[in-house]
């Protein structure tokens, strides 16, 4: 017979999205007409076109295919070196940072890489979680095996949970503790919160000291307005020899369906065999890539290349001004309705206290079925997101006043 990797038997009712998406469906079937008046502010996915800079990359790598002197087949698993050089020139080099063209892996998404990166780290590692979080990080730990089962609550056992509560600035601190893997994520998803340099530099002084590996990940970094707050956690002495980064082009360059995004891999950062001998990760992350992927397509490798042009990254930062004012407008919205709010200066997200006492998803069925708006539950975040939800402000500049509009008129 054939077996089946029991760890998916600990996963927690569904994966988060799934489940508005099947809540929100019930509404819509049972209220039609508001189903026509429905906003949504759930799922962190863009709304606005991609840029032209883009739209004409596309075009011409298409027109490449359509001749045998300029077509495509297979490239290069890491992804193309022009790509590679672009991201590595704008992104750091020319931001005073040390990185070599083949330190950056071309990927569809860094929700896939975060949990792929699972693939070339042991299982012995102890684990230590932001909470709340975005939900992908402990599901691909439970998956590979990395948990025990999951109490009431939904915590998992064996992983080390790091609270991100108003205290902190939803930050998380290093733990007294060990841990080995550190997921952290800046600006965070969900809270809206960007960390600060002092707490970054706290966390690689611990990755060092514990010969601990932190997996960043900054898909949001584009969306940090004020002046003096890291981007990158390559910012920070020393996280070169500590620190993986994620970065997408979903978020920025609006790619959440055209699919292209960017591991950081240095060279001079080490994981232990279990007799603890140090050996490099940078090629055993490109020996998984060369084996399980086959790379980002040519035509959304040159989409991508577009946006370090000077017209991409004008239309960059046109669509990012269109996405942080909506966040404004949101926020502003939440703090009239008399809602106690965070977030929505450094990130696309407003982490909203639900009032009251109500539970998260109690706010959820509430904003549903009273303001049709349909919003995130913190609890689906973590326990520490329990009484609190998320809005996004992925959406068009209409939907956003309407939505705040909608949200003064809730009575609690």
């Known amino acids: 017979m054939a077996f089946l990797n029991d760890n998916y038997l600990k996963l927690k009712a569904g994966y988060l999205f799934p489940e508005i ?37 596309l075009h ?3 027109d490449e295919m359509a001749s045998r002197e300029t077509f495509k087949g297979y490239g290069p698993e890491q992804g193309y ?12 080099r020319d931001k005073g940072l040390d990185m070599a ?15 792929a990166i699972l693939d070339i780290l042991g299982g012995k590692n102890k684990i230590a979680i932001s909470d709340p979080v975005y939900p992908v990080y402990v599901d ?3 998956m590979v095996g990395h948990t025990g089962e999951a109490n009431d609550a939904g915590a998992y056992a064996k992983l080390v949970y790091l609270p991100c509560k108003p205290g902190n600035g939803f ?11 550190i997921y952290l994520c800046s600006p965070n998803n969900p809270t809206g919160a960007a960390a600060t340099r002092e ?8 990755a060092l000291e514990h010969k601990s590996v932190i997996l960043f990940d900054a898909a949001y970094e584009a969306y940090i307005t004020e002046p003096g707050m890291p981007h990158s956690i390559y910012e920070i002495s020393g996280a070169r020899d500590c620190a993986i980064e994620f970065r997408s082009f979903s978020k920025n360059g609006g790619f959440t369906g055209t699919r292209c995004a960017f591991t950081v891999v240095p060279k001079s950062l080490n994981a232990y065999t279990r007799s603890g001998e140090a050996k490099p990760l940078h090629p055993l992350w490109a020996r998984r890539q060369t084996t399980k992927f086959n790379g980002v397509s040519y035509i959304v490798q040159r989409a991508a290349e577009a946006l370090y042009s000077p017209e991409g990254k004008m239309q960059v930062a046109e669509l990012i001004k269109h996405y942080l004012g909506n966040a404004e407008v949101l926020r502003k919205g939440a703090k ?17 206290r639900t009032p009251k006492g109500a539970t998260s998803w109690q706010a959820f069925d509430k904003i549903l079925a009273d303001a049709n708006v349909v919003i995130t539950p913190g609890s689906g975040f973590g326990s520490k997101g329990e009484g609190y939800f998320r809005i996004s402000a992925f959406n068009s500049r209409a939907n956003a006043e309407e939505v705040a509009r909608r949200l003064q008129e809730l009575k609690w």
């Open 21 to 57: 998406g099947r809540r929100v469906k019930a509404f819509c079937d049972a209220n039609p007409e508001a189903a026509k008046k429905l906003i949504r502010c759930g799922i962190g996915d863009v709304t606005e076109p991609l840029p032209a800079a883009v739209i004409a990359a």
């Open 171 to 181: 930050i998380p601190e290093p733990p007294k503790k060990h841990v080995d893997v």
């Open 140 to 142: 691909t730990n439970v």
């Open 81 to 92: 070196e022009w790509l590679r050089h672009a991201i590595a020139q704008n992104d750091f």
């Open 199 to 206: 707490q970054l530099e706290a966390w690689v002084k611990y």
């Open 101 to 115: 063209n083949d330190e950056i892996f071309i990927s569809d998404g860094s929700k896939c890489d975060c949990g």
């Open 336 to 352: 009239k309705a008399g809602l106690k709010v965070f977030g929505g200066v450094n990130a696309p997200y407003i982490w909203v």
């Open 60 to 62: 011409k790598a298409v």
